[in-house]
């Protein structure tokens, strides 16, 4: 078994990693097992303490990708099924270059540091020999998580040692501001040790867009507001809303209308960046949906491609919900095809929904 291939999974039991699933382009697959002996007697049973190759999918893994329950509050897609979970291993789409040794001056990369140090085994210094950064880079993922990637070398006598060093970016970390964000970044894949700073990543032109914090990105660069505090928005909003949705700006017109009157409670919230309509989210009796009874529905979440990965969804949600809790309107609900978003701030699917004009069921969270 060989060739191009296609995806790569992690496999997992009991939330130990037992092994790499691989499928390939001419649609066979290989399983290779590492053999964890202290449960041995599970994984035999299950046929996985041994490789496998096969032409088509491992049916016991076809069935997890098929039917498996999506891992909430992640980006990652890991799928699960009882105690066995398959974890899709994200391949690189874009890397961002901070830094490389053989980088000429004037170059994007170029550093005028030499971001080396003494070497070091255990906690003693060898003399005569150095340690120093060959690249340092982060790599964008097809699954929107982000990655540190650092190359690190040292001399030993007549010949060179070292490796890569790449650890994940915490997801969580992108709802911080960014000045928080670069704190933490220069902690991993060690480049602390070899002398980057978070004033060296603020000042790599370019970084803060490839994160995702585009015009300053941070939380306290945005307003986020209820429709009722900017009424003049209700034009500009609707006609926002029915852009991004095409549903006809006349009816979310009425909506506010009857929110911004009094004549309902269900309102209607926005997060502007400048005077910029960056995110907004309503609330409706329903979404369109046959389940008449689950009411009131958030609606039309939307934030604009530049200002996500910053929490805007997140903080328009949790005001909707507050502001309807203070009110004494609780639960609430929404439907969506995401799984593994809404999780993030507190929502629990409840149930599939049909909604109007659509073949297949989606989903109904609740909010308690």
């Given at each position: 078994m060989?060739?191009?291939?296609?995806?790569?999974?992690?496999?997992?039991?009991?939330?130990v990693?037992v092994?790499?699933?691989?499928?390939?382009?001419d649609?066979?697959?290989?399983?290779?097992?590492?053999?964890?002996?202290?449960?041995?007697?599970?994984?035999?049973?299950?046929?996985?303490?041994?490789?496998?190759?096969r032409?088509?999918?491992?049916?016991r893994?076809r069935?997890i990708?098929?039917?498996?329950?999506?891992?909430?509050?992640?980006r990652?897609l890991i799928?699960?099924?009882?105690?066995?979970?398959?974890?899709?291993?994200p391949?690189?789409?874009?890397?961002f270059?901070?830094?490389?040794?053989s980088?000429?001056?004037?170059?994007?990369?170029?550093s005028?540091?030499?971001?080396?140090?003494?070497?070091?085994?255990?906690?003693?210094?060898?003399?005569?020999?150095?340690?120093?950064?060959?690249?340092?880079?982060?790599?964008?993922k097809?699954?929107?998580?982000?990655?540190?990637e650092l190359?690190?070398?040292?001399?030993?006598?007549?010949?060179?040692?070292?490796?890569?060093?790449r650890?994940?970016?915490?997801?969580a970390?992108?709802?911080?501001?960014?000045e928080?964000f670069?704190?933490?970044?220069?902690?991993?894949?060690a480049a602390?040790?070899?002398?980057?700073?978070?004033?060296?990543?603020?000042?790599?032109?370019?970084?803060?867009?490839?994160f995702?914090?585009a015009?300053?990105?941070?939380?306290?660069a945005?307003?986020?507001l209820?429709l009722?505090?900017?009424?003049?928005?209700?034009g500009?909003?609707?006609?926002?809303?029915s852009?991004?949705w095409?549903?006809?700006?006349?009816?979310?017109?009425e909506c506010?209308?009857a929110?911004?009157?009094?004549?309902?409670?269900?309102g209607w919230?926005l997060?502007?960046?400048?005077?910029?309509?960056?995110?907004g989210?309503?609330?409706?009796?329903?979404?369109f949906?046959?389940?008449?009874?689950?009411?009131?529905?958030?609606c039309?979440?939307?934030?604009e491609?530049?200002?996500r990965?910053?929490?805007?969804?997140?903080?328009?949600?949790n005001m909707?919900?507050?502001?309807?809790r203070?009110k004494g309107i609780?639960?609430?609900?929404?439907?969506?095809d995401?799984?593994?978003?809404?999780?993030?701030?507190?929502?629990?699917?409840?149930?599939?929904?049909?909604c109007?004009?659509?073949?297949t069921?989606?989903?109904?969270y609740?909010?308690?």
């Amino acid at each position: 078994m060989g060739g191009i291939i296609r995806e790569e999974y992690k496999v997992f039991y009991r939330d130990v990693h037992v092994g790499a699933y691989y499928v390939y382009e001419d649609g066979g697959s290989e399983y290779r097992a590492f053999q964890p002996e202290h449960l041995r007697a599970e994984l035999e049973a299950l046929g996985l303490m041994k490789n496998h190759t096969r032409k088509t999918h491992f049916p016991r893994f076809r069935a997890i990708l098929n039917k498996g329950e999506r891992a909430p509050g992640t980006r990652k897609l890991i799928l699960r099924d009882g105690p066995l979970s398959l974890e899709r291993v994200p391949r690189n789409a874009e890397k961002f270059w901070v830094y490389r040794r053989s980088a000429g001056k004037g170059a994007a990369d170029y550093s005028p540091k030499a971001h080396s140090v003494p070497h070091r085994e255990g906690s003693r210094v060898v003399e005569g020999m150095e340690e120093w950064a060959s690249w340092y880079a982060f790599n964008k993922k097809d699954d929107g998580t982000f990655e540190a990637e650092l190359d690190e070398a040292w001399n030993e006598g007549s010949h060179y040692g070292g490796g890569t060093i790449r650890v994940e970016v915490p997801e969580a970390w992108l709802d911080l501001p960014w000045e928080d964000f670069t704190e933490r970044l220069v902690t991993l894949a060690a480049a602390a040790h070899y002398g980057f700073t978070p004033e060296d990543l603020e000042a790599r032109k370019g970084l803060k867009e490839f994160f995702g914090f585009a015009r300053g990105g941070a939380m306290d660069a945005f307003v986020f507001l209820d429709l009722r505090a900017r009424p003049e928005l209700k034009g500009p909003a609707a006609r926002w809303f029915s852009s991004k949705w095409r549903v006809p700006e006349g009816a979310y017109l009425e909506c506010m209308e009857a929110y911004l009157t009094g004549k309902t409670e269900y309102g209607w919230y926005l997060c502007l960046a400048g005077e910029q309509i960056a995110g907004g989210l309503g609330v409706i009796d329903n979404d369109f949906h046959q389940r008449k009874d689950l009411t009131p529905n958030i609606c039309a979440v939307y934030t604009e491609a530049d200002f996500r990965c910053r929490g805007v969804a997140g903080k328009l949600l949790n005001m909707a919900v507050e502001n309807l809790r203070a009110k004494g309107i609780s639960p609430v609900y929404l439907v969506t095809d995401h799984t593994g978003f809404y999780e993030r701030y507190g929502w629990e699917y409840l149930c599939p929904v049909q909604c109007d004009g659509e073949e297949t069921p989606s989903r109904m969270y609740i909010h308690r």
